[in-house]
């Protein structure tokens, strides 16, 4: 396989990880939760929700023939705080990741040198896909972090568990050494 193909696929693997954590964390709050602002400074869950909607529907529609910056996108309307449907909140969730994953699997290997632009800014693909796996896990954090400090009664964690490291680590020890991609046991193990 060549490397082009090797780095498509790990991007892919990457984005639908976070995607997984984002829902996981969002899973463990109330509906009414994902809407509370903790400070006039801060974004409520369904906020994040909202911009990572725009953005991923904005720099993804498209992306090969028109800048990823529409015209039509309204980035400080996604910081309005104006939804309460927990409903349609993930209806938007969905969209966003949709319109990405559906520009991922458009893309051929030999196109991630290909110039497509942000703002007027040109960037290989290759580079706003980057561009993207840090933004997009960002505020996958962010979810992350707010629906901890907003969940009632204990966190089902998303990671290795506090205290487990040991045990963590002897587990993964006892596997043969082999290339494998550290997200396929890790969503095998979240799914569980």
Sequence with gaps: MEINQIYLDSAKKQFRYYKMLGEKAMEQVTPEQLFIKPNEDSNAIATVVKHLWGNMRSRWSEFRTTDGEKEWRDRDA?????????TELMKQWNEGWACLFD???????????????IRNEGHTIMDAINRQLAHYPYHVGQIIYAA?????????????????????????FAQDKGVRHFIDGEVRRLES
């Design 78 to 86: 996604e910081f309005e705080s104006d939804q309460q449907d927990s």
């Design 103 to 117: 520009a991922l699997d458009s893309i051929e290997p030999d196109q991630l040198l290909d110039i497509i632009y």
């Design 148 to 172: 901890k400090a907003l969940k009632e009664g204990s966190w089902n964690s998303l990671s290795v568990p506090k205290n487990r490291s040991k045990q963590y680590n002897e587990a993964k």
